[in-house]
């Protein structure tokens, strides 16, 4: 649900595995359940959704264990009650505006490609975008989402093999329960694509010092049009995002408490322990230690 998107490559029986939600980690927090292109995640217990907005290029599918209040879908804020599914759409803001805490949840990530070439052979519409309402979980997605799970950890022979159709059954069956929205627009896709470059530089560089004239190269667009079109396709302007991005990133090397955590501001992107402590309370609400002490049990 907080989502920083990329790709991952595990072997398994010789055959490469894309796990889609790299800013996940198989932690006491969450499982993974990757095929090539769909990755089921789930709580094992309750877990804390950090504050701030995000987006990634994968298609969402949120299946809510617990209440969760205050969910913020494109600048709305909504709450959702246990066993309902809602979507998150490809490069759609969502997030929350404080950290939420024991939340549980089963996420069902697409890539992007996937679910479009998939539409494309059965609609013939390639861009497509799902509705944001919050439905009922439904028996026939509880019951595919139980059959991939026992085939992932049975790992039978062919069970890959059987992982790639059930993603698809998985995919159909959303697509006639959820419903797709036609929406096709090439400036809004260009100017995505530029936005996208500049995240995916972040991902890759955040632990440097980046300047608006580095995005600016990066994206072939003035420093004006970079924060005023960051701006309007995340809701956040670079900085803030780029903020958000090291964030999460102090948060897995917090995780690991052999960490200092003046070692974690450096290994993070922050210019010192000051600076770190003063960006990470503002978007959790707790400073490091407290993090490490109340959510982690250090």
């Not at 609609?123 to 497509?128: A, C, F, L, P, T």
């Amino acid at each position: 649900m907080k989502s920083i998107m990329g790709l991952n490559m595990n072997k398994k029986n010789d055959m490469k595995i894309e796990i889609l939600p790299d800013f996940i980690k198989e932690d006491e927090f969450m499982i993974l359940y990757p095929c090539d292109k769909m990755t089921i995640f789930t709580t094992k217990k309750p877990n804390h959704l950090l504050k701030g907005q995000y987006q990634h290029l994968n298609y969402e599918f949120i299946i809510t264990k617990s209440v969760v209040k205050d969910f913020v879908l494109d600048g709305k804020k909504i709450s959702i009650e246990p066993d309902m599914v809602f979507a998150i759409n490809s490069m759609q803001m969502h997030g929350t505006e404080h950290l939420l805490s024991n939340v549980s949840f089963i996420s069902i990530q697409f890539e992007k490609e996937f679910l479009h070439d998939l539409a494309l052979g059965i609609y013939g519409i390639k861009e497509i975008m799902f509705s944001n309402q919050p439905i009922p979980l439904y028996k026939e997605l509880t019951e595919l989402i139980n059959t991939y799970v026992k085939e992932y950890e049975q790992k039978k022979e062919g069970y890959f093999y059987i992982l790639n159709n059930l993603s698809v059954h998985i995919a159909v069956s959303i697509f006639r329960k959820i419903g797709i929205i036609n929406h096709t627009n090439d400036l809004k896709k260009e100017k995505t694509e530029k936005i996208q470059q500049i995240i995916e530089y972040f991902k890759k560089n955040y632990e440097k010092n980046i300047s608006l004239e580095k995005i600016s190269d990066i994206s072939n667009m003035s420093k004006f049009d970079v924060i005023r079109k960051f701006k309007e396709s995340t809701g956040m302007t670079p900085h803030d995002y780029l903020l958000n991005i090291r964030i999460m990133k102090a948060l897995e090397y917090l995780n690991n408490p052999t960490n200092k955590i003046i070692d974690v501001a450096l290994l993070s992107g922050f210019e010192n322990h000051s600076h770190f402590s003063k960006i990470f309370k503002k978007k959790s609400g707790l400073t490091p230690s407290e993090y490490r002490k109340k959510v982690l049990y250090l």
